[in-house]
């Protein structure tokens, strides 16, 4: 039984590469960098670097060298906080609009393809289960 969640996540794992690999090719960009431009697009009140790193439990030389890559290709714009100009907030250009779309539909079709012939009740269960088991996990790391 404890095959089955490695196998889970190493399946999903390439099941998202697949899906991913259109946006890779067209855009030339890596999927961390697919990943920070939908964690931008879904997360409106995170838009720091250290927003990016906290949540999406990235290195923060992977998050800076995407960020970086992604500024001098015009898909996101750095702008510093009226208040504190310490902080850097990230935003979407315009630049961006089609590669989030695509990964939003690669996303779709990813969580669609998973929950195939799992009913409603049993997602429901498992998403109950998950969160249980992330707030054992956060309690244990406190």
Known sequence: MSYLPRKLFNHSKKLFAKKYEPIIEKYDLRPVE???????????????????????????????????????????????????????????????????????SALKECRDIMQSGVSREDIETTKRVLHIMAENISKELE
Do not use: P
């Open 34 to 104: 697919i990943d920070i431009l939908v964690f931008l697009y879904k997360q409106k009140n995170a838009d720091t670097a250290k927003d990016i790193i906290q949540r999406k439990h990235l290195s923060k030389a992977h998050v800076s060298k995407s960020v970086d890559n992604l500024r001098e290709r015009g898909f996101i714009k750095i702008t510093e906080d009226e208040e504190d100009r310490r902080i850097l907030h990230i935003c979407l250009t315009e630049e961006s609009d089609d590669v989030v779309e695509m990964a939003l």
